[in-house]
């Protein structure tokens, strides 16, 4: 499938800002399962620089805005050509040794009801990782159910599974924790996703998130509890981390005495023509 | 000899006889009068009140900035028993340092089985984001601090590394600045080897590892988390001494593919940044986003050759006290040597075996806690009450990972000024090993004593205090 991508940030600040600098995570892996067609990525009045690839493979470039500047926009625009993998990460290059993700940080750490849910679903799930991973995304799905504007960019896993109701990221470091809490390495993925009637769930999300878990014998893998599935040729994957902040594609900073900023995202994700082919 | 019932080594002694090397030493105290001992000593406290050096105690209440007590009489080591300490030292930080460069790249070590993997991955000091990078040289720890202790004429072992900014060198350098200034008759006497060589030789290192995109000679800063960090001071002495700026993370920036510092003259281009700021806090925006004291975009810069930041994010993984048990196989593996310097035995309460042991033998052993420094969240059993011991072992029962024992050493003491004349108190040593392009060490370190009578606890925060450390030349 070929994908098209069209992300817009755009900060407006009520009283001009003295600089802004963010560090950009806005550039799809290279895997089997997806490949950069033409991506570019530009910031209004900006300085790129500091690029770099980081040990888990994501590319990352820091961009400075010198103001005084009172709005800012981050554009995102390009074609991914993707295939439907069944959530298995293949030729991926990076450093980082799974067992490092065995670590929890504030926002996925299991507490005692999520490691409950972990061990029910074990006990439900059938031979194997694999499985075991299946049964905790479905455990998941079922305890937290999607509801947009129940929770905060801060809720942890502990609190989405406490509310029973969340969004993606909730989704993701919910099953981040109850595999952790299962000894399976697991991480948070930012990426857009083509939404679908079906799936609507994730349509009313700026972008979208997920998690992997690392299955032996298959390496990294894949999966969506927010929508129940795992990430097929309709995923877009830009980078992985502990959790939502670790993985965030924009993490950025103003500098002189901002309060009063307004962030509006949007993102357009469609399929285009196999053109020239 | 021994006041605290237990024997141990006074460094002053070989039997009945002052040893050589402390002959001299032993006369000008004796020849001392008392009224000059107390004036010299109110001398000492005043020349440290007026350079500033104080630091932080937490956690008693009134005012934590506090006058590190000041010893005057010397700890000795002749030449020979310094050259075999100085073999080890560099050893030891050669192998930290290859170890670091090997975790942070293919973990061969992981790989051989000679380290358990999640000690190293599962380590909160380990950072994934300093995963693939090769930093200046190789070198992950520039300044590695070894904490050794002695309990014989030949016995030194290692008590801990310290692989981030082991701080202290700012004590070293003014406890010879001092006893210099009071006592110039002694250095006439004896033939002690300088340290005030230190500060060229640590900005000497830190030019040596400026990162691939500088050209030119590097400027080199140190980062500080402000004044109200205990050892502001010694940030500011040492930036003094090398010639460097002291900055906050406020007074940099980033741009494109580097970091600035601001100055009056506009932006400056910084190189290698000594860094006195934790790796959780020195980038806003890899690490913890509520930091203050760093600079935001600080990692990119760094991990795309645009600057050198020392120690490298991640160097706390070697230091670990879980870790620390692996040095000796570390300096096997990656050296193809024996290790000069030996470890304290160590039981680690993860492995149920050990665990069980040091439950039980609690009232001998020095517990510490895995992540711990400063002589906090310790203890030292055979100076513990049954009522202490008793909450210390539900604290190991709850997390027995979090904790390592050892036995307690007889720990060698040195002669230390006291009302009533001179009495051997218990020392420690810490040298500080700087590592670039090539390894350099300063003859001499830092002396803690115990100022209490029979205590084994070093640290400034406990009662501790400092003295000058002589290497006796050739």
Redesign the interface.
């Known amino acids: 499938m070929r994908l098209s991508v069209r992300h817009n940030t755009r900060y407006t600040f009520e009283t001009p800002v003295r600089?802004l600098?963010?560090?950009q995570r806005l550039w799809p892996s290279e895997t089997a399962s997806q490949q950069i067609v033409s991506w570019t990525v530009s910031t209004t009045d900006s300085?790129?620089?500091?690029?770099?690839?980081?040990?888990?493979g994501d590319w990352?470039?820091?961009v400075?805005v010198?103001g005084p500047v009172s709005q800012v926009d981050v554009l995102v625009e390009g074609i991914v050509s993707t295939t439907d993998t069944s959530g298995v990460l293949r030729n991926h290059r990076e450093?980082?040794?799974p067992?490092?993700y065995?670590?929890s940080s504030h926002r996925t750490d299991p507490d005692a009801s999520l490691k409950v849910l972990a061990a029910d679903a074990a006990k439900a799930a059938g031979e194997g990782t694999l499985s075991l991973a299946h049964a905790l995304c479905e455990a998941v799905a079922d305890a937290i159910s999607y509801v947009p504007g129940e929770t905060l960019a801060h809720t942890t896993a502990a609190e989405a599974l406490a509310g029973g109701a969340g969004v993606c990221q909730d989704h993701a470091h919910a099953l981040i924790a109850v595999a952790i809490a299962s000894d399976l390495p697991a991480r948070y993925v930012s990426g857009y996703l083509m939404a679908t009637e079906e799936d609507a769930v994730a349509m009313s999300e700026a972008g979208h998130a997920w998690a992997e878990i690392f299955v032996e014998g298959l390496g990294w893998v894949g999966f969506d509890p927010a929508n129940g599935c795992c990430p097929d040729d309709r995923y877009v994957r830009l980078g992985s981390g502990f959790d939502s902040?670790d993985a965030a594609p924009i993490?950025?900073?103003v500098?002189g005495n901002n309060t009063d900023e307004e962030m509006t995202v949007e993102v357009v994700v469609q399929e285009t023509e196999q053109s020239q082919q | 000899m021994s006041q605290t019932g237990q024997s141990f080594f006074n460094e002053m002694l070989n039997g009945s006889d002052v040893r050589a090397a402390y002959r001299s030493l032993e006369r000008w105290h004796r020849d001392m009068p008392d009224e000059l001992r107390s004036l010299k000593q109110h001398e000492a406290e005043q020349l440290f009140r007026r350079v500033g050096i104080t630091f932080a105690v937490y956690g008693e209440g009134g005012d934590p900035e506090r006058l590190i007590p000041f010893d005057m009489f010397p700890r000795v080591f002749t030449h020979e028993e310094w050259r075999k300490l100085d073999r080890g030292i560099r050893q030891r930080a050669a192998a930290l340092n290859a170890f670091l460069a090997d975790v942070?790249?293919r973990?061969e070590i992981?790989r051989a089985g000679r380290i358990p993997?999640?000690l190293v991955?599962?380590n909160?000091a380990?950072e994934?984001?300093?995963?693939?990078?090769r930093p200046p040289k190789g070198v992950y720890s520039h300044i590695v601090g070894v904490d050794l202790v002695r309990t014989g004429p030949d016995q030194f072992y290692v008590l801990e590394d310290n692989c981030r900014t082991p701080s202290g060198v700012s004590y070293m350098l003014q406890n010879r600045e001092i006893m210099m200034r009071m006592f110039p008759q002694l250095f006439l006497e004896n033939r002690i080897a300088p340290v005030d060589g230190y500060p060229r030789l640590l900005r000497k290192t830190l030019a040596s590892v400026a990162p691939q995109k500088c050209d030119g000679e590097p400027t080199v800063v140190i980062l500080t988390p402000g004044q109200f960090n205990s050892a502001y001071y010694e940030h500011s002495f040492l930036a003094d001494l090398m010639g460097v700026e002291l900055v906050e993370g406020k007074d940099l920036?980033?741009?494109?593919?580097?970091c600035y510092m601001r100055t009056t003259e506009g932006p400056r281009k910084v190189d290698v940044i000594y860094r006195r700021v934790d790796d959780a806090f020195i980038d806003?925006?890899?690490f913890r986003?509520d930091s203050m004291l760093g600079v935001?975009?600080l990692?990119?810069?760094y991990?795309?050759g645009?600057v050198s930041i020392c120690s490298a994010p991640g160097a706390g993984v070697a230091d670990d006290k879980a870790i620390y048990v692996y040095v000796p196989e570390m300096i096997r593996f990656y050296l193809g040597e024996a290790p000069i310097l030996e470890n304290v035995p160590t039981w680690q309460c993860a492995n149920p075996d050990d665990c069980k042991y040091v439950l039980e033998n609690l009232h001998e052993l020095v517990v510490k806690e895995v992540h711990g420094s400063g002589g906090y969240g310790m203890l030292v059993g055979p100076k513990a009450d049954k009522s202490s011991i008793e909450a210390f072992a539900a604290k190991i029962r709850a997390k027995p990972q979090n904790y390592i024992a050892q036995p307690t050493l007889a720990l060698s003491a040195t002669p230390t000024f006291v009302d009533e004349g001179i009495a051997p108190r218990h020392v420690d040593l810490r040298p500080y090993c700087l590592v670039g392009d090539s390894i350099e060490l300063v003859p001499g370190g830092l002396t803690r004593v115990a100022l209490n009578e029979g205590s084994l606890v070093v640290n400034s925060s406990q009662g501790g205090g400092v003295k000058d450390t002589w290497v006796l030349a050739e």
């Open positions: 600089q600098i963010q560090v300085v790129y620089g500091a690029g770099h690839r980081d040990g888990a990352f470039e820091t400075s010198r450093k980082i040794r067992s490092s065995l670590r902040v993490r950025g900073l500098l | 942070y790249d973990g992981i993997e999640h991955t599962n909160e380990y994934k984001a300093a995963v693939g990078f920036f980033v741009e494109g593919d580097f806003p925006l890899c986003p935001p975009g990692m990119s810069v991990r795309s645009g």
